[in-house]
């Protein structure tokens, strides 16, 4: 089974993903920031992150930053959600798959089926 690690500060947004993720066969775990995010990292390893661009403690660039810098998260594919897809910096554009909000359900069904490790 594939397992995902969804990361944002929005409840509604976890709490609709989660439940529309589960209900498509993938294994979710959930974290509301970057720094959440990266604890569950710890005790877990997902065939693919869904991470927030923007969030409190911990934006999503902190936490892409932190992931491509340690030898344990550096090959977990990552799709960014964003309101602001422009604002994304290079060097996470370069790494990182991104999708636009709003978004369409069928839309990050395929990218996660694209992007997530087999």
């Known amino acids: 089974m594939t397992t995902i690690l969804l990361v944002d500060d929005e409840p509604a ?7 529309v993720l589960v209900w498509e ?5 959930t974290a509301a920031n970057g720094k ?4 569950k990292l710890e005790t877990m390893t997902p065939d693919l ?12 660039v902190q936490m892409i930053r932190a992931m ?6 550096v090959d977990i594919p990552i799709l960014v ?14 790494s990182t798959a991104i999708l636009g909000k709003p978004f369409d359900v069928a839309a990050l069904l395929r990218l996660i089926r694209q992007k997530a490790r087999k």
């Open 49 to 60: 992150a869904i991470i927030d661009y923007m969030m409190p403690v911990m934006d999503g």
């Open 81 to 94: 959600i964003t309101a602001a897809p422009i604002a994304v910096p290079e060097d996470i554009r370069k």
């Open 13 to 19: 947004i976890i709490e609709t993903l989660a439940e």
């Open 25 to 29: 066969g993938f294994e979710v775990v």
């Open 36 to 39: 959440d995010g990266l604890a």
């Open 68 to 73: 491509r810098a340690h030898p344990a998260f």
